[in-house]
C-alpha cells in the first residue's frame, strides 16, 4: 500500500513563507539590511523601500524560471528552502580579511556585520526611515538580537551549492567570529546567546548582488524562503523571489 500523501504540504509552506515575509519587511532587520543596501548599490534608491513594505510585498515573484533570472544564478528548491548555485562564481570573489569583523548596530533588534570592509554598508545610528518616524533607540551590544545583516563573499562559504543548512553555518561562523574574542572568555556566552536569540539571518553579496533571507524557527531549523537580486546597471529597486 502507498503511504499517504501529503496533500496539504504546498498550503502549508506557502503560509510558512507568506508569515516569515509579512514579519520580515518592516522589522528591525529589514530597515537595517536596507540600510546596508542603500551603502552597498548607492544610488538605486534602497532608502525609499522603508516606507513601501506593501509596495514590496506585492512585488515579490515565486521561485520559476523567471525569478531565477532575476537572482543570476541557478536556483531550485528543496523541503527546507532555497539552494544556490555558485559554480560560476567560484574563485572570483573577494579574499577574506584577515582581521576580525565588527559588529554594529543601526537598528534595536538588529545587527550588522560585515566582513569585507568593515562599517562601509551601513550608517552607525538611524538607518533609513519613512516620513516622520524618529530614530530608534540603538541597544547595547551585549543584548540578545533577534536578526543579523552579514555582509560577505558567499563563495567563501565552502560549498558550490548552498543550501539553507550550509547558509546558517556559515552565518554561525560569521557571527562566532564577531562575537567571540579568544582573548576574553566572557565573550563566548555572549556569541552563544547571540546565536540562540537569532531568528532572522540575511546575508548579502554585493559582488554577485545577491541577498538571502533566512528564517530560524523555535526548533532551530534554518530554512531560505526568500531572496533578491540587484542590477547595478539598472535604477531598479530589488528584485525579489520567494520559495
Known amino acids: 500500500m502507498e503511504p499517504p500523501r501529503d496533500t496539504d504540504g504546498p498550503v502549508r509552506q506557502k503560509a510558512q513563507v507568506d508569515a516569515f515575509i509579512a514579519e520580515f519587511v518592516g522589522s528591525a532587520t529589514w530597515q537595517a539590511t536596507l540600510a546596508v ?31 531565477a533570472q532575476k537572482l543570476g544564478l541557478p536556483v531550485w528548491a528543496d523541503p527546507a528552502g532555497m539552494v544556490f548555485d555558485l559554480s560560476a562564481h567560484r574563485g572570483l570573489g573577494v579574499p577574506p580579511r584577515a582581521a576580525r569583523p565588527r559588529a554594529t548596530r543601526p537598528y534595536a533588534g538588529a545587527f550588522v556585520i560585515d566582513t569585507l570592509d568593515p562599517l562601509r554598508y551601513h550608517r552607525a545610528r538611524g538607518g533609513p526611515q519613512g516620513p516622520g518616524e524618529t530614530p530608534r533607540e540603538v541597544r547595547a551590544p551585549e543584548e540578545d538580537d533577534t536578526g543579523v545583516v552579514i555582509v560577505a563573499d558567499l563563495t567563501a562559504a565552502g560549498g558550490r551549492v548552498l543550501d539553507s543548512v550550509a547558509l546558517w553555518r556559515f552565518a554561525g561562523r560569521v557571527v562566532t567570529r564577531t562575537l567571540h574574542d579568544p582573548l576574553r572568555p566572557e565573550t563566548r556566552v555572549r556569541a552563544r546567546r547571540a546565536l540562540r536569540a537569532l531568528r532572522r539571518v540575511v546575508l548579502v553579496d554585493p559582488g554577485l548582488g545577491l541577498g538571502l533571507c533566512l528564517q530560524i524557527d523555535v526548533a532551530r531549523t534554518p530554512r531560505c524562503l526568500l531572496a533578491f537580486g540587484v542590477d547595478r546597471t539598472e535604477v531598479a529597486e530589488p528584485r525579489f523571489v520567494r520559495l
Open 37 to 67: 543596501l542603500e551603502g552597498a548599490f548607492p544610488g538605486l534608491g534602497m532608502a525609499a523601500l522603508s516606507g513601501r513594505t506593501g509596495d514590496v510585498w506585492q512585488a515579490i515573484g515565486g521561485l520559476d524560471r523567471a525569478g
